[in-house]
């Protein structure tokens, strides 16, 4: 069974609809968090202090959490409008509309 949904249209479909989605937000995270060792490592202007005693770097290390919930949620909202929806229905399609 799984031979005949893997080679489905709506699979093929869903799963360049994913591909489409997570690489780019993989680069995008994965740059965004190597950006920071190699700032501090090589920008002196990550010593500038901003706010009192923090500095840039700081500021930078705490932006990556909201990056990364903006990341998650962005996947939560395209997963439930784009990617849950066809998965029901290449589910409903091959199995009858029957979960297991």
Same mark, same amino acid.
């Given at each position: ?12 479909? $869903?799963?360049?609809?994913? %591909?489409?989605? &997570? #690489? ?5 995270s ?6 920071? =060792? ?23 290390? $705490?932006?990556?959490?909201? %990056?990364?919930? &903006? #990341? ?6 395209v ?5 849950? =929806? ?15």
């Amino acid at each position: 069974m799984w031979k005949e949904i893997s080679q489905s249209k709506d699979f093929k479909k $869903l799963i360049s609809q994913k %591909v489409k989605f &997570l #690489v780019p937000v993989l680069i995008f995270s994965l740059s965004y968090y190597f950006a920071l =060792p190699l700032s501090v490592g090589y920008l002196p202007i990550m010593k500038t202090k901003a706010i009192g005693s923090i500095n840039l770097a700081y500021l930078f290390a $705490l932006s990556q959490f909201f %990056v990364a919930w &903006l #990341v998650a949620a962005a996947y939560s909202y395209v997963a439930s409008h784009k990617f849950d =929806p066809l998965a029901e229905k290449i589910r409903q399609k091959d199995h009858g509309g029957k979960q297991k």
